[in-house]
Each structure stands twice: as structure tokens, then as C-alpha cells.
């Protein structure tokens, strides 16, 4: 069960990096690994020269080995780096409801913050009525995805308009500028899916 993550309620309102979603990845692999090839955490330290408080620290996720050290820990119980990098097979991470953060003229909470191994970000966005949020390009080769929880949604995008309905979605290449609105005088609830991909 070492592989399984659930927030609980406190770690639920922090901010989560790129850094620490991969910090969790590397700590969770590497006690696997030590695990599975029946080492202490004194025999990892004594065979990569890494301290036993820093492993300690690393399986726990309360610190990110820099790329030496990733390497002399991969070197002294061998194993591959790509391996300690590599997302759970089986993972389970579990978002419940968040106070949402006001972010331009909308309210969102971040469900999925941009993972590296999805390549994708998901977020639940609340649109008060006639709000609109102006948008830079995401990027060359990154699609976006917007499926309308309840109201109607209008996309601006090179001066066109696209409204889209409740129970209805809209994908879009993101490399320029465009508009999320709520163009009516009710309240819009959308999940934004951003995929990174190409």
C-alpha cells in the first residue's frame, strides 16, 4: 500500500509544485526498491554514501535529491534512474472539495496540478455571471479541453465565438490568445483540462 496517496485534510490546502509531485514519485519508487531487495536504510547509506537521515528524508518526500545524489543512491543499490523517476503503476490520489482561489475574474481549485508524467493539469472553474478571463498561449503543441459542468460557456478564440452548453465540451489548440467567458446572468462551473503533450 506504499504506493497509495491520499491527502488528508491538511495537505489538502497546500499549493503543490511540479517539485514536490516529483519528490513524492522518487521517495515512494526508492522505498520500493529498498524494499524489495531486503535493504536497510543503514545499508542504502553505507552503499551510496548518502546519509541515512537524507534517505530517510527522500522515502518521505520531505526532500528532493539533486541529480548526484540520485545518481549514488541508483549506483549503490542498482537501479536505474528512470526507474526511481517512473509514476506508480497503481496510484490513488484522492481531491476532495476545496475553497476555490480567486484567480483573475474567476474562482478555480486545482484538482490535478500539471503532472510530469500525465503531461496534463485539470481544474474545476467557477465563472460568475458576464466574468470573462483573458488567456495567453499556453504553448505550441498544448490542446486544451473545457466540458461544461453547468451554464453555458463561450470560448472567444481569433475573433470567433463558440458557446458551449451544459453537458457539452469544446477541445482547442491553445498556442494563441483566447477568452473564457460567461456571457450570461447565471453562474458557469467548468472543468478545465489542459494537456501539455503535444
Known sequence: ??????????????????????????????????LERGFSLDEVSARSKVSKSMLSDIERGRKCPTVAVLYKICEGIHVSMPLLL???EKFVEVIK????????????????RYDINTSMEIHKTHFAPNAEYPAESHGERVWEYILVIDGTFTLVLDDESYEIGKG??????????????????????VYDIIYYGG
Open 1 to 34: 500500500m506504499d504506493n497509495i496517496y491520499m491527502p488528508d485534510e491538511a495537505e489538502q490546502e497546500e499549493k503543490f509544485t511540479d517539485t514536490e509531485e516529483l519528490t513524492r514519485i522518487i521517495g515512494t519508487n526508492l522505498k520500493r526498491a529498498r
Open 86 to 88: 517512473k509514476a506508480p
Open 97 to 112: 472539495n476545496q475553497e476555490l482561489v480567486p484567480h483573475g475574474n474567476v474562482e478555480l481549485q486545482y484538482m490535478f
Open 168 to 189: 457539452e465540451a469544446i477541445r482547442f489548440l491553445a498556442n494563441r490568445k483566447h477568452i473564457y467567458a460567461n456571457k450570461t446572468d447565471k453562474d458557469l462551473w
